[in-house]
């Protein structure tokens, strides 16, 4: 069964900074990756996912994630945060055939001014 | 409307109050969720239909009651909650419920209070 971790419960970047939120997995094959924004009272938005080919994604809102099997990790980044950027970021990792979607257990993004 | 919808977005309710929770989806999809979201937890999948059948049910408490009564549409009937259910409730849909189609699509939540 796939699994996924999300190491970092809070991250803290000023704005203008860049920023990168970690997600590692767990799965025996190629996975299908996802990674989601939640902003406060809000269900969750799709940011980006990633199924096969190029391993760097690029989402909505500027954020970018790159797929690296040999670490097991797909990591988002974003060069330049907004304020509008603070809210809390799930990765989630799913199987070929499996109708399960794992999510990680969120890191929650803090914009300094 | 579009998306994924969920009334109301808000309640409160007692530990001795019967109440639902409804979900619909204007995005065509074929298979529809409950989550459970806790402060401090992952999400929680609760319930996953196909084509209005049931095909995955996490063990979760029989005070807890999903209806799906055509693929637009998913309750979740309340009954005899306790304090610890207090949570917000999301209903996603997806396309399909296995393999690539797995994108999932999320409504705003229901946030629950059980007094």
């Known amino acids: 069964a796939q699994s996924v971790t999300q190491p970092d419960i809070h991250i803290t970047v000023s704005e203008g900074a860049s920023l990168e939120l970690r997600c590692n997995y767990s799965?025996?094959?190629?996975?299908?990756l996802f990674w989601y924004v939640q902003s406060p009272g809000q269900g969750l938005q799709l940011l980006l996912k990633?199924?096969?080919?190029?391993?760097l994604v690029q989402g909505i809102k500027g954020f970018e994630a790159e797929f690296k099997r040999s670490q097991s990790s797909f990591n988002l980044r974003k060069p330049s945060v907004h304020w509008s950027d603070a809210a809390e970021y799930f990765c989630?990792?799913?199987?070929?055939?499996?109708?399960?979607?794992?999510f990680g257990k969120g890191t929650r993004l803090h914009i300094l001014p | 409307e579009t998306g994924v919808t969920q009334t109301p977005r808000h309640l409160v309710m007692g530990m001795t109050n019967k109440k639902s929770l409804k979900c619909e989806q204007h995005?065509?999809?074929?298979?529809m969720y409950w989550y459970k979201q806790s402060a401090k937890k992952p999400l929680e999948l609760m319930f996953v239909?196909?084509?209005?059948?049931?095909?995955e049910n996490n063990s979760v408490p029989s005070r807890f009651s999903p209806e799906c009564p055509n693929s637009s549409h998913l309750f979740l009937h309340l009954h005899t909650l306790q304090p610890e259910d207090s949570a917000l409730y999301l209903c996603?849909?997806?396309?399909?419920?296995?393999?690539?189609?797995?994108?999932?699509?999320f409504g705003p939540g229901t946030r629950l209070t059980v007094l």
């Open positions: 996603a849909s997806s396309q399909d419920w296995q393999g690539s189609y797995n994108e999932q699509f």
């Open positions: 995005l065509g999809h074929n298979a």
């Open positions: 989630a990792v799913g199987a070929h055939r499996d109708d399960k979607i794992i």
């Open positions: 239909y196909s084509l209005e059948e049931r095909v």
């Open positions: 990633y199924f096969s080919g190029d391993t």
């Open positions: 799965y025996g094959a190629t996975p299908y």
